[in-house]
């Protein structure tokens, strides 16, 4: 049989592959069928690999936020720093409260004290305005006046 070269695509389409020959070595360089094996294990690896880049980074700033708020002098979890920061509407994403935990703390520890202060107050005003609602909402039974058994709104003079 005559032996038929390949034509124009097939050189363009082993060349396009020979492109990524840079990273490989040995054997797995130069075979076409070996070549084409490895290109596509390597592109599988890559892709699994950006999902697991996501995920190590956002263990390493959990770790690195949770470090710089647990060696500060009011000792606090990760969770609770957190929950109150996204109740307070402060909304730093991981990356950013990971940056700060590390390169300048003393901002760390202001916004978390600045939590704090807001925690203490609502707690503060949550015991005064339910002891006012408790006092105001008692049924106030009066002698002599007819449906005495309904809750008094506060003001009123009975």
């Known amino acids: 049989m005559i032996r038929v070269k390949r034509g124009y695509t097939a050189q363009r389409h082993r060349t396009k592959i020979r492109s990524f020959e840079s990273n490989f070595r040995g054997a797995r360089s130069r075979p076409m069928r070996t070549l084409t094996q490895h290109k596509i294990k390597a592109s599988v690896s890559a892709h699994r690999d950006r999902d697991r880049q996501k995920r190590d980074f956002r263990r390493l700033w ?7 708020i647990r060696g500060s002098s009011i000792y606090c979890s990760y969770s609770f720093f957190l929950k109150n920061l996204y109740k307070n509407q402060l909304l730093l994403n991981r990356k950013i409260l990971a940056q700060i935990a590390i390169l300048n703390r003393e901002c760390l520890y202001t916004i978390f004290n600045e939590i704090i202060k807001s925690k203490k107050k609502e707690e503060r005003n949550g015991w005064i305005s339910s002891f006012f609602f408790h006092f105001f909402s ?3 039974k009066i002698s002599g006046v007819p449906n005495s058994g309904i809750p008094i709104p506060p003001g009123s003079w009975y």
Request: overall charge positive.
């Open 138 to 140: 008692r049924k106030i």
């Open 62 to 68: 959990i770790s690195r936020i949770n470090a710089a």
